[in-house]
T-cell receptor, first 116, second 112 residues
Framework: DQQVKQNSPSLSVQEGRISILNCDYT??????FLWYKKYPAEGPTFLIS?????DKNEDGRFTVFLNKSAKHLSLHIVPSQPGDSAVYFC???????????????FGAGTQVVVTP | DTAVSQTPKYLVTQMGNDKSIKCEQN?????MYWYKQDSKKFLKIMFS???????INETVPNRFSPKSPDKAHLNLHINSLELGDSAVYFC???????????FGQGTRLTVV
């Protein structure tokens, strides 16, 4: 069963505009959420995260929003740059259980293409 | 100066063979993982080791056997390879009690 879902397989955005990536989850016990970025033939690289006690976390051009009641999070990239073209994975974790903090449940990913 | 390195990057082998994928991290992390990305691009955890001790085993067939000779290495041995084992396998590591795993570049395994 897929507990983390990214329903948009792809997103195309113009350079300089905002990219908004969405992610939904079903397990209300998840308490930590992450976004990873992946280029072809490389491993995922950590981008930004948010704890369930917060509703927003910002790091430069990247902001993650968490709506716990809706079991929804989103990643905003402003402004989008050509180097942002990659696959973005949403992931969730249940850190309250010993040994499970690195057990990430991933979404299927969203391919972002930033056009000039 | 690679943080998490896997070898080989590509592996093509016949059904029934036994193969190993090696993983090493130089970050000093206590916890290491194996993830599998299948043809539908889903990344799923297979195993987690903390200080050489198995923590997570996600109902993986026992043909898959991880081995951790020390906390910097977590190798994956696969016996009697099947067509369905074709996937990209990612090794990862993380600091103690930290969810932000660092991933290797992946090993694309193709079973023919």
């Amino acid at each position: 069963d897929q507990q983390v879902k990214q329903n948009s397989p792809s997103l195309s955005v113009q350079e300089g505009r905002i990219s908004i990536l969405n992610c939904d989850y079903t397990n209300s016990m998840f308490d930590y959420f992450l976004w990873y970025k992946k280029y072809p033939a490389e491993g995922p690289t950590f981008l930004i995260s948010i704890s369930s006690i917060k509703d927003k976390n910002e790091d430069g051009r990247f902001t993650v929003f968490l709506n716990k009641s809706a079991k929804h999070l989103s990643l905003h990239i402003v402004p989008s740059q050509p180097g942002d073209s990659a696959v973005y994975f949403c992931a969730a974790s249940l850190t309250s259980l010993w040994g499970s903090w690195g057990k990430l449940q991933f979404g299927a990913g969203t391919q972002v293409v930033v056009t000039p | 100066d690679t943080a998490v390195s896997q070898t080989p990057k590509y592996l093509v082998t016949q059904m029934g063979n036994d193969k190993s994928i090696k993983c090493e991290q130089n970050l000093g992390h206590d916890t290491m993982y194996w993830y599998k990305q299948d043809s539908k691009k889903f990344l799923k955890i297979m195993f987690s080791y903390n200080n050489k001790e198995l923590i997570i085993n996600e109902t993986v067939p026992n043909r898959f056997s991880p081995k951790s000779p020390d906390k910097a290495h977590l190798n994956l041995h696969i016996n009697s390879l099947e067509l369905g084992d074709s996937a990209v396998y990612f090794c990862a590591s993380s600091p103690p009690r930290n969810t932000e795993a660092f991933f290797g570049q992946g090993t694309r395994l193709t079973v023919v």
